[in-house]
């Protein structure tokens, strides 16, 4: 029943820039089982969403996937070629972007840019794919689908524009979405309606999703499981009730009090001391040690690596089993 | 995406405390175009400094009259070869130097004088003023500005047949005649930096307008004058060779443009004659215009790779 | 669409006009023209002067030689030449001569949005490839080297050590001896266009490369693009669909002033060309103060400018559909 749909292991992403290599994604292990859905979770920088392009490989230039494994369906992503790879995206994977007033072409028609993805992989006529283009409006609750198919982007508000890059995005029902912030530039009032209308569309149509975001309260009610990066490196990775009462990472832990939809509850809102480090020369060992407050000296020397504690609970901090801390919602002792 | 690069970037130059212009100087120092232009520049500069030292002949001698080496080919005598009447190429090309670097430095600095200031009232005031001062660039804009310089040029030495208003008039004019794009592209600057949190902190406070203008908007804009006045004088330079190439240009002044109109009557019989001083007009044209976009890659805020 | 093009006519108006009050002030800046012409010529007399002042209409106040010049070219009459063929019409000295620069200037435009864009386009795409550092190399050379100077260059090689191609003019002047190249007017006009359009091509198209490719840079970073190959779309539809477009419209602005430019600078190239257009025409009037036709010219490149810059305005408009809507 849980079969795995995507495994990344090891995966390094760097940009080659002019004042150095960046390492945005170094060394990350994410699991995708078939139908769930993954809470992404990380502060901006955190490489969560170059993590998500990775997967597609169309991460912009000057960055290049180093090393790693992308298994999908139990083949290599990045092991295939270029025509091979245009199979999966949009047809396997799709991908939903965080701003639908950039993500979505303002010089061509909504229906010229549904048209031409549905055409791309399915063998229908150009009616047919019109027709199909309509029905994929109506899903995503477009008011009117055959009068806006023929507007341009800057017509539509952005709530709508959102709307018609999730209906492009599973116009061939793929397997497995990619969700990058999808709410964060919207209205709060239209976010929730956004959310619920993926999660709809993801238990309808059987995909799995891969929601990233920077905002614990966001995935808290929607995802299965929660990764955490930070600095391009995996933290920790649970099914997302270990992670609100047990979590064992530090940062896991100072993130939930940083949240004030969750801080509300306990009246106990945090800001994370310091900012994200610099992926050009990262801090040696563990990257979360200078904003830690449970660092020690191994922490500065050596990197931890992400074991698994419980089944099913892996976490990257050397004191993970040491330390006792307390969750901002109560924590595992009052559960 | 962009965005998320830029802060990884950011946040390194934050680490090292390093400000926008030591930023930017040390891009610059890498930039091999932008230093491969400062060097022609500057070779050119040192031409034009020590040209009687440099040049074997004098500015008004012509050696080759006397000898009969007139249209002669180069030779260790006469390296680039004589003109028409006898004069050294090579020494006319050294003292054609002084003129290129008087008539791109001058122009450019009458150009971005008027750009500056009309750009940058343009942007800050908006509404009425702006658009006064827009539909007169535009016009300047769209203004066939080759002929009227012709017009103008030609007019005054026929005021004066003794030769004009000379290399200032010709500068004066080219000024006059091509600001309006400088001051378009400043308008827009400073309609950017308008929008920023800081000058509304400054209007909040009661700074004066004047002051909001020389003090704020000024400095944050200034990064775009530099690279657009190094780009506006390489411009200079090609208009002031055009216009003598025509003999619209000083007759009193030593200018390639000149010398290649000259040699233009004879490239069959004599291609050195032109062949040099173009070369020199092409040469230090590039090397602003290398210069120009290495300052622009440099001192540009957004992302380089 | 209707709407917005009617806009843009009439927004030409005033921008017409007030090139005409320049132009027309520039011809006069000096005073009289009767006296600066004559300036030279010890023999005239006051009354000489006087008749000819009123001949021509001078006597009267300037902005009533404006209204009155104005009215003319509503009517299409740009007035007499005061030296050509015994004072010949300008207008019909103007048909004369526009065709050949016509020609030369709408021919090379053409062709240098022809070879841009595709070359533009390549360059971008194989960043920092030999191809493209040929390519930016060979740009940024064409919009340093002088326009005349490309033209000598080229007629030193092309015309007299290759003797390839005529090295200037616009056509044989047939003899016995000489006859049209392969004995045909249009095959020999278009021996004599081969190295002036392909000067004055290059000089258009170098800058005009550098802006495509640094435009297609910029928007092959955008998040459509990205989205469009995460949707699968072929190579072929990501670049030349999605990314060109979007590319071109921060170009096309530029493509309309440098054809402006280009045209003003007609008396450049048809003087290195030998080139029997409008702008040689000036060249010659300007020198010897012949003012209707100094006008007469400015006007018609002015016009010839401000309908290229329709043509600019309105495929602008076609391109990016937030302009053409609101």
């Known amino acids: ?335 | ?305 | 669409m209707t709407r917005y093009i009617i806009r843009r006519l009439l927004y030409l108006i005033p921008l017409f006009l007030g090139i005409l009050i320049i132009v027309f002030a520039a011809t006069r800046v000096a005073g009289d023209p009767v006296r600066l012409m004559t300036a030279m010529n010890p023999h005239i007399t006051e009354e000489a002067r006087n008749n000819l002042t009123a001949y021509y209409g001078l006597d009267k106040p300037l902005w009533h030689q404006f209204l009155i010049y104005l009215a003319n070219l509503l009517k299409g009459d740009l007035g007499n030449s005061y030296v050509i063929r015994g004072g010949i019409e300008v207008t019909s000295l103007i048909g004369d001569y526009i065709w050949p620069t016509m020609l030369l200037q709408i021919v090379s435009i053409i062709l240098a949005l022809l070879i841009a864009i595709p070359v533009g386009v390549i360059s971008a795409r194989r960043k920092y490839s030999k191809t493209d550092v040929t390519v930016t190399t060979t740009s940024l050379l064409g919009t340093c080297i002088p326009i005349f100077y490309m033209g000598i260059i080229v007629i030193l090689i092309f015309a007299y050590y290759l003797g390839w191609f005529p090295a200037g003019g616009y056509v044989t002047v047939i003899s016995e001896s000489k006859d049209y190249f392969l004995g045909s007017r249009t095959l020999d006009i278009i021996w004599h266009m081969v190295l002036p359009v392909a000067v004055l091509t290059f000089a258009l198209l170098a800058p005009i490369v550098l802006l495509i490719r640094s435009s297609m840079l910029e928007v092959l970073k955008q998040d459509y693009v990205l989205a469009a190959r995460a949707n699968g779309l072929n190579d072929r539809k990501v670049v030349y669909k999605h990314a060109l477009r979007n590319a071109l419209i921060p170009v096309v602005t530029y493509v309309g002033i440098y054809f402006g430019a280009m045209l003003a600078g007609a008396p450049i190239t048809e003087t290195v060309f030998n080139w029997p257009g409008v702008g040689r025409l000036f060249v010659q009037a300007t020198n010897r103060l012949d003012f209707p036709v100094i006008m007469g010219i400015t006007v018609i490149i002015t016009l010839m400018t401000l309908i290229a810059n329709l043509i600019t305005d309105l495929t602008y408009g076609y391109i990016d559909p937030r302009i053409r809507v609101e």
């Open chain 2, 1 to 305: 995406m962009q965005k998320i690069l830029r802060e990884l970037i950011q946040e390194k130059n934050k680490t090292k405390g390093a400000s926008q212009w030591n930023i930017a100087w040390r891009r610059f120092k890498k930039n091999k175009t932008a230093l491969a232009g400062f060097f022609i520049i500057g070779i050119i500069i040192f031409m034009a400094a020590f040209d009687s030292l440099i040049a074997p002949y004098g500015p008004n001698t012509i050696p080759g009259f006397y000898s009969g080496e007139t249209r002669a080919p180069p030779s260790s005598k006469y390296l680039f070869g004589t003109d028409y009447v006898g004069h050294d190429v090579f020494s006319q090309v050294v003292y054609g130097a002084s003129s290129a670097l008087f008539v791109g430095f001058a122009a450019a600095l009458i150009v971005m004088l008027l750009a500056t200031v009309v750009g940058v009232v343009a942007g800050f005031y908006g509404g009425i003023v702006d658009n006064i001062l827009m539909r007169i660039t535009e016009i300047f804009l769209v203004i066939p500005f080759l002929l009227i310089l012709l017009v103008f040029l030609k007019v005054i030495t026929a005021l004066a047949p003794s030769g004009g208003g000379g290399l200032f008039m010709v500068t004066l004019m080219i000024g006059i005649f091509s600001w309006a794009a400088n001051a378009r592209i400043i308008r827009g600057e400073v309609l950017r930096v308008k929008e920023q949190e800081y000058i509304e902190a400054a209007t909040a406070l009661g700074a004066t307008k004047t002051r909001i203008m020389i003090r704020h908007i000024l400095p944050n804009v200034l990064h775009v004058i530099i690279v657009l006045t190094t780009l506006m004088i390489a411009t200079a330079i090609l208009v002031e060779a055009g216009i003598s190439f025509l003999g619209f240009g000083d007759p009193n002044a030593i200018t390639w443009g000149q010398q290649l109109q000259k040699a233009s009557e004879a490239v069959k019989e004599a291609w050195w004659e032109g062949v040099f001083p173009g070369l020199f007009i092409t040469l230090l044209v590039l090397g602003f215009t290398l210069l120009g976009n290495g300052l622009r890659d440099s001192l540009d805020p957004r992302l380089r790779e």
């Open chain 1, 1 to 335: 029943m849980n079969k795995e749909l995507l495994r990344i292991e090891g995966l390094k992403t760097y940009f080659d820039t002019w004042a150095g290599i960046v390492k945005a994604v170094d060394g990350v292990d994410i699991e995708v089982i078939e139908g769930e859905t993954l809470g992404l979770v990380g502060e901006s920088g955190s490489g969560k969403s170059v993590t998500a392009l990775s997967i597609m490989r169309i991460v912009p230039s000057p960055g290049k996937i180093i090393e790693g494994k992308i298994i999908y369906k139990e083949e290599n992503l990045l092991e295939k070629s270029e025509k091979a790879l245009r199979e999966i995206r949009g047809k396997e994977i799709a991908y939903i972007f965080q701003d639908p007033s950039t993500s979505l072409n303002p010089v061509l028609t909504i229906a010229d840019q549904l048209l031409e993805v549905i055409l791309a992989h399915q063998e229908i006529s150009k009616k047919e794919a019109l027709e199909k283009a309509i029905e994929l409006l109506k899903l995503v609750e477009i008011p009117d689908p055959d009068v806006k198919i023929w507007n341009y982007p800057h017509q539509l508000s952005g709530g709508m524009k959102q709307r018609i890059a999730i209906a492009r995005a599973i116009a061939s029902q793929p397997n497995l979405l990619l969700a990058d912030e999808p709410t964060t530039n919207l209205d709060v009032t239209i976010q929730a309606q956004i959310l619920e209308l993926m999660q709809n569309l993801r238990k309808r149509l059987g995909m799995a999703m891969i929601l990233i975001t920077h905002d614990m309260g966001v995935v808290a009610d929607i995802a299965d499981r929660i990764t955490v990066l930070y600095a391009g490196r995996v933290c920790e990775s649970a099914d997302t009730k270990t992670i609100f009462y047990k979590a064992k990472h530090p940062y896991t832990q100072a993130l939930l009090t940083a949240v004030p939809s969750l801080a509300l509850r306990t009246d106990k809102l945090k800001v994370i001391p310091g900012n994200i480090p610099n992926l050009i020369e990262p801090p040696s060992g563990c990257r979360f040690h200078p904003r830690c407050e449970y660092a020690i000296e191994k922490c500065t020397e050596k990197i931890p690596e992400l074991i698994e504690i419980e089944p099913g609970h892996k976490v990257a901090c050397f004191r993970a089993l040491e330390i006792n801390l307390e969750s901002p919602l109560g924590g595992a002792k009052n559960n």
